[in-house]
């Protein structure tokens, strides 16, 4: 029998396939840290209906799958980057779930990406106990994981590291020179985003024969200056795509050339000065968190981050004495407050009536650096949540809890549930907790006098809630019978 195909008894696990017109959350979370891009084959593993599959095809990349349903003669062929999304939550047999594990880890090249369903996510109220899960009024299984649980599954059954990207959803590293580099880009948030840099031309004095050397390689220019804003360093040419190569090549212009015609009318020295200073804490948050959490892949650096590491430290002692620095500064809570005030005074967060520091994920990445190494340790531990969310750091509990907020357009968003990530004991949590954001304005860092302060004011007053108060518990109705 297939390791996936369903008994004949009550369970139907096909019936658990959903049809979607979008990404699943852990193919989403594989485009986004640039796991999955054209040119990289993907395997889905227990791919239910195939929507994954198309939407990827439809943009250019090459995807095929397996599911012991709709796609049972489907070869299993190997791949760099496979997903197992979903499957094992499905599975009623956990020596099957194992054997599912292994499977689609011997089909992986790179990366594994490996997603369940967790406690809390959903109500089981209604739902019968079969086993370590739960049978549905539709005759399929859910085993509902401890985010925890997932975490020991995936190690012992694989014997390797694994990183949590979000709750319930873990990446899978062939090497560690690729873990680390996943790391330290996943930990330098959206720096490496070129869409906000754009620096005019500078005109031509006069009329050329030829099309100015901007105009002739255009492509060279664009990622050698998204490649300094990124690593806050000069490129070497096997950085570089090849199609960047071919076109210094057609245009019979040096790398060299490329590099100082960049600098003289792309980037100014500023945004290099700048993305020298962001890279080095990059490196060093990045740095400080392999040693305070002891990864395996910590003192395997890939030769792109050792580059920067020459670069920006000079050599890897050096940046090993700086991060222990951020960690001791990470002990000292008097250290972490100091920085959350500093943080709150510029706009990135607010302070609660517990003095603790409230701020939207979005702008994680620009906290101070020890804030920073302060989050990146929960989430190392919780992955991060999946879309937008808010962030709570308190030093005093050494906790760091997490909020989804679906719908931030609303004048008072609501969560229904958080991540807690207890630093001490290294616990996750997801629980049901809904509240009300009563000071969207000043966590989102909108204007003073925008319409949407006025509005805040007023409810708290009219609640007579406390001026600093950033959350209104919200009770929910029950449930009718």
Known sequence: MSDLTAPAQTIHRHRTAMVRHDLSQPVALLVRHGLIVPGVRVFDYGCGQGDDLRILGASGIEAAGWDPHFLPDAPQTPAAVVNLGFVLNVIEDPAERRKA?????????????????????????????????????????????????????????????????????????????????????????????????????????????????????????????????????????????????????????????????????????????????????????????????????????????????????????????QATQYLHELADEDR???????????????????????????????????????????TFLSGDPDGPFLLRIDPGRRRVTMWPMPDLKAAFPVTEHSVRVDLRRQEVSVREDVRRLLRKSEVLGLSTRSRQRRVEVAYRVEHELPNNAVFEKVIPAPLSR
């Open 336 to 378: 972490v407050r100091a920085a959350m005030h500093k943080a709150a005074e510029v706009g990135l967060g607010v302070l609660d009536h517990r003095d603790r520091l409230i701020v939207d994920g979005e702008r994680a990445e620009d906290l101070p650096g020890v804030l920073r190494c302060y989050f990146g340790c929960a």
């Open 101 to 321: 594990l292994t499977k689609a880890w011997a089909l992986t090249e790179r990366v594994l990406s490996v997603a369940t369903m967790i406690v809390g996510q959903v109500a089981i109220g209604g739902l019968r106990p079969h086993g370590d899960g739960y049978l549905t009024s539709r005759g399929t299984f859910q085993k509902y994981f401890q985010h925890a649980e997932l975490h020991t599954l995936i190690t012992h059954s694989l014997g390797t590291n694994v990183v949590a990207v979000a709750p319930g959803i873990f990446f899978v590293f062939r090497l560690p020179e690729d873990e680390q580099e996943f790391l330290l880009n996943k930990r330098a948030g959206r720096r490496a985003s070129t869409a906000a840099y754009r620096a005019p031309r500078e005109p031509r004095l006069r009329p050329a024969v030829r099309p100015d050397l901007t105009e002739r390689i255009p492509l060279a220019l664009s990622e050698i200056a998204a490649f300094i804003r990124r690593r806050g360093r000069l490129p070497q040419a096997d950085e570089l795509h090849p199609h960047v190569l071919h076109e210094l090549g057609t245009q019979s212009v040096s790398l060299a050339r490329a590099v100082q015609v960049c600098l003289d009318r792309t980037i100014s020295p500023k945004e290099v000065e700048a993305a020298a200073v962001f890279r080095q804490e990059d490196l060093l948050v990045h740095h400080a968190l392999g040693l305070l959490n002891r990864s395996p892949s910590a003192n395997r650096p890939s030769p792109a981050m050792m580059r920067d590491i020459r670069t920006h430290f000079g050599n890897q002692k050096e940046l090993t004495v």
